[in-house]
């Protein structure tokens, strides 16, 4: 067919299911929600959307513990809802990307509960990675491995063998020396290709390959395990076997369906590995979850996560926030500075080479959530890291003001899974597109030109020389971007006239003041 490379320069907004829109009624985002706001995204002006899992599961991982693949959780919906999501979005011109979980399953999951039941030795334990303790009586776990989310990687069974869990207790391994556990995956990415999904995001993608004899770290010091340090189960060689066998299963479908990679590795070049051309089509570049509000710094991070895409000719990938890390409105300090700020980010990632990701209520300037009553708190990461919980970035849309719930759920609801903070109703969406000014109106404006202008996705970017604290790059003919990372008025020659500004530069006899924290992209008219 043709090759319309549409993921190389793809803007994809990410729905968080639980939190996006709830259509029955119970306080819980679900498909139907999703499919009633498909307009909304098709008028935002995102190419596809990212679903976060929404499988059979007993969510002690909120979806990332999977019990069932191939069928939908009855909180999210049915089978049904999902064919009908993925066949009105189609309609919509949208893309769909589902999420899928490799790495560990349900500890509720079919697999799981027969190797529970058939005890030591059995091969329905093959599947996951179950060993004898150490110690005198097997009492000290296996290795010295320890879970993302905190304590032991291993947990004992009454029988007295011990099972890996890289998270959380209720999240097995699965055991990838195993070819039974690649067939069913294999099947598994087969059922939703049928559907018609457009492709998949792979959680963590680093981590389904464990160094044989699963040799211990060593250090006693080791505290937590971030995906950025070589250890014995994250980024081994051998997952790369899985990705091209995948790669090849995606390109034997019709209409380019991807693979995007959540990986974590020690260097950029080894993440540059997951999208060599015959792996997967993304990797998540995660440098800017933790790239500070300094020009300098964001230069850095942009040169090397295109150099180090390109190595091997891939698209990058920008995001500022996803549902495992806080806000970036807040990370960038919060209240009006971070506002700004995150405004002005907007911006800039979306004038970017490469693929771009907008985190649900990115677009209306949502803040993180921090000061959720206890009792909600659910997040597992959280139990084990009070001051690193998840949950203050998944709280639920505002749609409108005036609506119970504004608009999330429908009237008549109790209460939403988490509460929506009631200074929010001028952050609905229906507020915010009557306000021209609004961050809303900035995202579709910035993605309606984004639009017109393919050629941004693909030319390569130039640099130009700017003042301290500011950056200016052009791309496609005429176009230029400009960030002012500082807290005071940076003057600078205009590039051409305002096509649009996250804050709007004074421009007077050919010199632009740019306000602090903002960014402004330009048009030269004489461009050819
Ligand atoms: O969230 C992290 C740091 O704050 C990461 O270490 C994260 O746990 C890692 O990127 C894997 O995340 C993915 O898999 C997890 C799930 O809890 C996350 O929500 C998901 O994005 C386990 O499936």
Same mark, same amino acid.
């Given at each position: 067919g043709t090759v319309t490379r549409w993921w190389r320069d793809a803007v994809i907004y990410q729905v968080y299911v639980r939190s996006f829109a709830d #259509? /029955?009624?119970d306080g819980v985002g679900d498909l139907l929600g999703v499919r009633g706001r498909?307009?909304?995204? =098709?008028? @935002? #002006?995102v190419d596809a959307i990212w679903l976060t899992p929404f499988f059979t599961s007993p969510m002690a991982d909120f979806g990332y513990d999977v019990a069932d693949y191939r069928d939908v959780d009855p909180i999210f919906g049915s089978l049904a809802d999902a064919r009908a999501l993925i066949d009105d979005a189609h309609g919509h011109g949208l893309r769909i990307i589902v999420d899928v979980v490799p790495n560990h399953t349900s500890d509720q999951h079919v697999w799981f509960e027969e190797a529970v039941a058939a005890g030591p030795g059995d091969p329905a334990r093959e599947r996951y990675i179950f060993r004898q303790g150490r110690g005198a009586t097997g009492e000290l776990p296996p290795n010295d491995w320890e879970s993302v989310f905190g304590g032991s990687a291993w947990t004992r069974l009454p029988d007295g063998e011990w099972y890996l869990h890289l998270f959380a207790p209720e999240q097995p391994d699965l055991n990838w020396e195993n070819p039974e556990v690649h067939a069913e995956f294999e099947s598994i990415l087969r059922f939703w290709l049928d559907l018609g999904v457009d492709g998949f995001r792979i959680d963590v993608a680093h981590g389904m390959v464990k160094a044989e004899?699963? $040799?211990d770290i060593g250090h006693s010091d080791q505290i937590r395990m971030i995906g950025t340090d070589v250890v014995p189960f994250f980024d081994q060689d051998g997952v790369h076997e899985i990705h091209r066998a995948w790669r090849r299963l995606l390109d034997s479908y019709p209409g380019e369906r991807i693979g995007v990679a959540e990986a974590? =590795? $020690?260097? $950029?070049?080894? @993440?540059a590995n997951y999208v060599r051309p015959d792996e997967l089509h993304?990797? +998540? /570049? +995660?440098?800017f979850l933790n790239t500070p509000w300094e020009a300098e710094r964001f230069r850095a991070v942009i040169e090397e996560s295109l150099a180090t895409a390109g190595l091997v000719g891939a698209p990058s990938t920008w995001v500022l926030s996803n549902h495992d890390v806080k806000r970036h409105l807040t990370r960038y300090g919060g209240g009006e500075v971070g506002l700004r700020r995150s405004r002005a980010a907007a911006l800039l990632t979306l004038s970017l080479p490469g693929s771009a990701y907008v985190y649900q209520g990115e677009e209306l300037g949502l803040p993180e959530v921090l000061d959720l009553p206890e009792e909600f708190l659910r997040d597992p990461q959280r139990l084990r890291n009070p001051d690193d919980g998840r949950d203050g970035c998944r709280v639920p849309l505002p749609w409108s003001d005036g609506e119970p719930h504004f608009g999330f759920s429908l009237p008549g609801v109790n209460g939403t899974w988490l509460p929506i903070p009631s200074s929010w109703g001028p952050l609905s969406v229906e507020s915010q597109l009557e306000e021209p000014l609004s961050? @809303? /109106? @900035?995202?579709?404006? =910035?993605l309606r030109i984004r639009r017109e202008r393919r050629a941004f996705g693909e030319m390569p970017l130039a640099w130009l020389d700017s003042p301290e604290g500011t950056l200016a790059f052009t791309r496609d003919a005429g176009f230029t971007c400009t960030v002012n990372l500082t807290g005071e008025d940076v003057e600078l020659p205009a590039p051409g006239r305002v096509l649009l500004a996250s804050a709007e530069p004074v421009v007077q006899g050919g010199v632009a003041r740019l306000a602090p924290d903002s960014a402004v992209w330009w048009q030269r008219d004489d461009a050819s």
């Open positions: #259509g /029955n009624g498909l307009p909304y995204l =098709a008028d @935002l #002006g004899g699963l $040799p974590w =590795a $020690p260097s $950029p070049q080894r @993440l993304q990797a +998540f /570049n +995660f440098h961050t @809303l /109106n @900035l995202y579709r404006e =910035a």
